[in-house]
């Protein structure tokens, strides 16, 4: 027989290994995401931009808010990790900078860089969706 241990242990296992396959697609109604566009490889302004954002993780993860960095060639997790998402299914032609997916899955906000988070996070908590996840809290 199998230790409940064990038991938990695989399905966290099965469960992470599932989110790094998923396409972004597979976030809408759940999640909020904030895509980092660097195809120019501008590795000090990307490095910026997402510290700015990783310094502030207990308020993304509160607004439900996950962060990708498009490259052009992959899709990267927050922590520099490559995802399975496949980029071709990411076109934003020459823009660099940051854009924001609600959890409708439409875009709610496409700037240049930098974006400070205040910025991001005043938008969400403007939202309709956020305001009644908050009043729900």
Known sequence: MFSPRFIVLLV??????GMSSQE??????????????DTNNDLPVRDLQVGKFISR??????????LFVFTGKEVLDMDGLKTNVDPQKISYGE?????????DGSVKLRKKFFVEPNEIF??????PMRRS?????
């Open 12 to 17: 966290l296992m099965l469960q992470f290994n």
């Open 24 to 37: 972004l697609t597979e976030f809408k109604w759940k999640k909020r995401i904030l895509l980092i566009i």
């Open 57 to 66: 993780y207990e308020e993304m993860e509160e607004r439900d808010l996950v």
């Open 95 to 103: 823009f660099q900078g940051v854009v924001l997916i609600g959890k």
């Open 122 to 127: 005043h938008l969400i908590d403007q939202m």
């Open 133 to 137: 996840e908050m009043k729900n809290r």
